[in-house]
């Protein structure tokens, strides 16, 4: 029947679909690089920058390839590929396509870094720089990640005024919160003591009454008997 027939097609797919995408879920998890938190970094002509990157895996990792790339509007180059042993082995660059690369990092002690230094800039090297890292332990799967460079005559100095201002108002208005609490604690504090001074004084009146009216337990002079 043709719609038995159908119906099981679209359910081998679906569970091929499901059995690939849980081969692939584990790997996808495990390896992972990056160049840190600024998509873009600005660097002046004739500069040196460095253009970071630093990988991680679950797994660990043995024969690790990595390799940069750059890519412009006209131009794709592998800047320099290498690879890693082991945990406890550092880099080792097999091709370098510019003498101006250094590869600054280390993957001893857990650091997993593989960033590159890149010396005397001029503003043909603006473009994309993607740092690829391919793991044996995971398949071979491929991870990257890019971040673009733009090489300027200057760099521009930013206005802080609007954000100095807003951090004095803000002070301010902290600053006056807190002198207003002080204050409201001290005016609490005088009334405190004045209400005490003033149960004190109507106690001490209240003393004093009883003396003079010869109440019982006062203190008044007793009269002498009259005489007859």
């Not at 797919?13 to 584990?26: A, E, I, M, V």
């Not at 971040?147 to 201002?165: G, R």
Request: net charge neutral; proline share 3%.
């Amino acid at each position: 029947m043709p719609g038995a027939r159908d119906q099981g097609a679209a359910r081998a797919r679906w569970l091929g679909t499901g059995l690939l995408g849980l081969f692939l879920l584990p790997v996808s998890l495990s390896l992972e690089v990056s160049v840190g938190k600024a998509t873009t970094i600005y660097a002046v002509n004739g500069t040196e920058i460095l253009l970071p990157c630093t990988f991680s895996s679950c797994f660990g990792f043995e024969n690790l390839h990595f390799w940069w790339s750059y890519n412009s509007s006209d131009t794709y180059k592998i800047l320099i590929d290498g690879t890693v042993k082991n945990e406890k082995s550092d880099p080792k660059v097999k091709l370098k396509d510019d003498d101006r690369i250094t590869l600054e990092g280390s993957t001893k002690e857990k650091m997993n870094n593989i960033s590159i230094s890149l010396k005397n800039l001029e503003f043909s090297d603006t473009g994309k720089y993607t740092c690829h890292v391919k793991n044996p332990k995971e398949n071979y799967f491929q991870h990257q990640a890019t971040i673009f460079l733009q090489v300027v005559d200057k760099l521009e100095e930013v206005d802080n005024t609007v954000t100095l201002i807003i951090l004095g108002v803000v002070g301010g208005v902290i600053g006056l919160l807190i002198f207003i609490l002080l204050v409201k604690k001290f005016i609490a504090f005088i009334i405190k003591k004045t209400q005490e001074k003033k149960k004190e004084c109507l106690v001490s009146s209240s003393g004093n009454d009883n003396t003079e009216n010869g109440l019982p337990g006062s203190k008044a002079e007793e009269k002498a008997p009259t005489k007859v």
